[in-house]
């Protein structure tokens, strides 16, 4: 057994290890500390030493950086309250010293001084930062390797929130099965439903649809807004192949399909506009269980549409995209309807030219399939998403629908 002393020994070797190595990360040859949050006062690295620390590199020319913040400092000072002993520095990419001042001024926790570019330059080459927000966790006293250090901190707070503390793999792993055991015994009723509520909106507002008459339908869950200029684009083609999908059934005398709209509007009169222009069903607006949705379904961006099966499990997270390519043929969205959609798609692109000239694009566009390259992408023509078949610039990777191809003669393309 270690002996008392030996105990005190190790403690003090560990420290300064782990001392050493938080100096080397955030420490430069004429700098030993951080400034807080005020700006107005220096903390010396070595006061994080035994602490949870999460590198937080973003800027304030980019909107996303600017989502992120709301969320990490709700988190950051709920783990205060609660005495954790977590803290955040802040590493900018903002373009000036005011920039950064202002961009700093909200943020509750500690930065690295603008002016110390090569701390940031280093910072970046060692976590490779390819892509901002980022929030690097590092454990304490993780000095002997890099094992511990957790990377997608910007992915795992979304995804799970304050819950996600300590921040480790470990925590990671235990957080994903219990997402797993809520999805495999998810119901219609406990997803749309609380203890207040037990119906939708529908129209002529405001009249109420119980949730339980949805049982055994295959639902969409719509998440948009009227803000979201991707959403407003979208709903239009949505509501053409609802009606499709609608009249499809009724001629088969079933009922078995409908969409309910999850609001991410900032007031009531958005939530009024985008919900007067829709024929389905909607939670109203401002209700706790849009935040439940998001949260569960792991929704990072609108519009979004996520089908559930009769059965009150998740069939598919990608039925905008499933919408895109296949329009009201992609009912019911099952795996085994994809993969009919997708070998139709490849007989169909057999009797496709292999190059064209697109009226919207100057240089040739070959066809390529997404095992050679095509993979999900952004139509140029349409801005909506695509998968599977695509023609493609080899120049600068302009993407299109072969669908979307307005074709021309090569000596008159460009754009």
């Known amino acids: 057994m270690m002996k008392l002393e030996e105990e005190a020994a190790a403690g003090k070797s560990n420290g300064s290890a782990s001392s050493l190595r938080l100096s080397s990360l955030l420490a430069s040859a004429d700098r030993d500390f951080l400034l807080s949050s005020d700006g107005t006062q220096q903390v010396k690295v070595s006061e994080l030493e035994g602490k949870v620390i999460g590198l937080y590199f973003s800027a304030n020319w980019y909107l996303p950086c600017k989502n992120f913040n709301e969320m990490l400092v709700e988190t950051y000072e709920q783990l205060k309250r609660n005495d954790s002993n977590f803290e955040v520095v802040f590493v900018s990419s903002d373009e000036n010293l005011n920039a950064f001042d202002n961009y700093r001024a909200p943020m509750p926790w500690l ?145 078995e399909f409908e969409i309910v709209f999850v609001s991410s509007d900032r007031d009531q009169e958005e939530f009024n506009a985008s919900f007067n222009s829709m024929p389905w069903l909607a939670l109203p607006f401002g209700d706790p269980t849009i935040k439940n949705l998001a949260k569960h379904f792991y929704v990072q961006g609108i519009p979004c549409l996520i089908i559930i099966g009769p059965d009150g499990k998740t069939i598919t997270k990608n039925g905008r995209n499933l919408i895109n390519l296949y329009k009201e043929n992609a009912y019911p969205f099952t795996e085994a309807k994809v993969e009919l959609l997708e070998k139709q798609m490849d007989e169909e692109a057999k009797n496709l030219p292999r190059s064209e000239y697109h009226a919207g694009h100057r240089h040739e566009l070959n066809l390529v399939s997404e095992g050679s390259g095509g993979g999900p992408f952004i139509c140029c023509d349409c801005d909506e998403q695509g998968s599977g078949w695509v023609y493609q610039c080899l120049e600068c990777g302009y993407e299109v629908h072969p669908r979307c191809v307005r074709v021309v003669n090569p000596g008159s393309t460009g754009v």
């Open 111 to 255: 930065s690295i001084p603008f002016s110390d570019l090569e701390t940031k330059k280093a910072l970046d080459r060692k976590y490779n930062i390819e892509s901002i927000p980022c929030l690097v966790v590092l454990q304490p006293n993780d000095n002997k390797d890099e094992e511990a250090t957790l990377h997608n901190g910007v992915d795992m707070l979304y995804r799970f929130g304050v819950q996600a503390f300590p921040f480790t793999k470990e925590r990671l792993v235990e957080l994903k099965l219990q997402e797993q055991e809520k999805h495999d015994t998810q119901t219609l009723t406990n997803l749309l439903t609380n203890h207040d509520r037990d119906y939708l909106l529908a129209h002529p507002a405001p009249k109420q649809v119980p949730v339980a008459s949805l049982t055994g339908k295959t639902i969409g869950l719509f998440f948009t807004a009227n803000w979201c200029r991707p959403g407003v684009k979208f709903t239009p083609k949505l509501i053409s192949i609802y009606h499709k999908i609608q009249q499809t059934l009724m001629e088969k005398n079933k009922e």
